[in-house]
């Protein structure tokens, strides 16, 4: 399955730089705005080291790993709901990833100018959260325009309870716009469910990337950090992450001796990208199922409660439609026991039926018929 998850920011928060830490890619990162003038795509590795481990078992000859799709959205500025900045491009950009990712600058360096000239990533923020309500405003008055006329059409119709209940929630969702509660707005269409057309920007999952200056990786210092903590304080510590982009672009350039000294150095346990990644993939609702032999270790991603045959479906579309019926055990049985046969002979690989709710770490054998 394709899942993007979008960087934005405003100019010289360090979006870039991370960016290119994430994907080893090598895109300008200039201390100017709109230095990244279309979005850049990558597609990055999710971290699992169970595929290793399984790996090992199979004595399979590659990993396929699961994946998700980084995209660098050029800086957004005040005003681009109106255009300012490029800005309907960039909006549009936004439009097309699963979870945003706000970078927001947390260290101070006069060297790097500011846009708004001082650190303030709660500000900056809000400058970015506006523009996407503005752009969501404009949205939902065009569909509620319309709607009117849609009714006198559907009336003795299927669709007719859909609209008006669409019609209902979507004036709530416009006085929750207007009145800046972009909490408010994703508890609407939560709850709206398939009701609503139109796909908003501030209802968006999201994370904030907190960028630390370098000196504040050493024993957890940026916990003292006041940009950090205010964040903190607003999102929760689980919705922030603090990274110091420098720090990761560097590592991601080095050899892995080279990494593991530097991570030392700061007291690192791993790239904080690690944590980027693996929290993306997690709010994005995913897990993650394996296909195993002695070819490879395939890693798939998936929606977290979907069944055993719309996940074949993500291997290949002939497995779905001919689906009988799959082989199942977890992969953390499978450590535990060693072997696929001391799993057969415990009664640990199951055979289940289309309705199967997929597990994370789920190793299937699909039997099928076209």
């Known amino acids: ?52 481990r399984l790996k090992t078992i199979y004595n399979s000859g590659k990993i396929i790993p699961a994946t998700v799709t980084f995209v660098d959205i050029a800086g957004l500025v005040k005003g681009a709901a109106a255009g300012e900045g490029l800005g309907n491009q960039f909006l549009s950009h936004i439009r097309e990833v699963d979870l945003i990712l706000h970078v927001v600058r947390c260290f101070e360096n006069s060297d790097i100018v500011h846009t708004s000239g001082a650190v303030d990533p709660l500000s900056d923020y809000e400058t970015i959260l506006a523009e996407l309500m503005l752009k969501d405003i404009e949205s939902v008055q065009k569909r509620m325009e319309k709607l009117p006329r849609l009714i006198k059409i559907a009336q003795g119709k299927s669709e007719l309870k859909d609209l008006i209940a669409e019609q209902e929630i979507l004036v709530k969702v416009q006085q929750a ?32 990337i907190a960028n630390i200056a370098e000196s504040e990786l ?19 510590a689980d919705r922030v992450i603090p990274v110091s982009a420098r720090v990761e672009y560097e590592l991601s350039t080095m050899s892995d001796a080279d990494a593991r000294e530097l991570m030392d150095m700061y007291g690192m346990q791993e790239p ?46 002939d497995l779905e439609r001919g689906f009988i019926c799959a082989e199942v055990f977890n992969c953390e049985d499978l ?4 072997t696929e046969q001391k799993l057969k002979d415990t009664g640990k690989i199951r055979r289940e039926g289309q309705d199967y709710i997929m597990q994370d770490g789920d190793i299937v054998d699909i039997r099928f018929n076209v």
Request: proline share 5%; glycine share 8%; with cysteine.
């Open 272 to 317: 904080s990208l690690h944590h980027i990644i693996a929290s993306s993939y997690k709010n994005l609702g995913l897990i993650t199922f394996f296909t195993c032999g002695p070819k490879e270790i395939h890693a798939w991603p998936i929606k977290k409660g979907i069944s055993v045959r719309k996940a074949a479906g993500e291997i290949h579309s």
């Open 218 to 236: 050493d024993g957890n210092a940026y916990e003292q950090n006041q940009h950090y903590q205010q964040l903190v304080k607003r999102f929760g």
């Open 177 to 208: 716009l207007e009145s800046g509660d972009a909490n408010q707005v994703r508890t609407l269409i939560q709850q709206a469910g398939d009701v609503v057309a139109n796909e908003l920007l501030s209802a968006k999952n999201f994370l904030i």
């Open 1 to 52: 399955m394709s899942i993007k998850a979008g960087l934005v920011g405003l100019p010289n928060v360090g979006k870039s730089t991370l960016f290119n830490a994430l994907t080893k890619s090598n895109i300008p990162a200039e201390n100017y705005p709109f230095c990244t003038i279309d979005p850049h795509v990558a597609i990055t590795e999710v971290p699992d080291k169970r595929t290793a």
């Open 335 to 338: 450590f535990t026991a060693g």
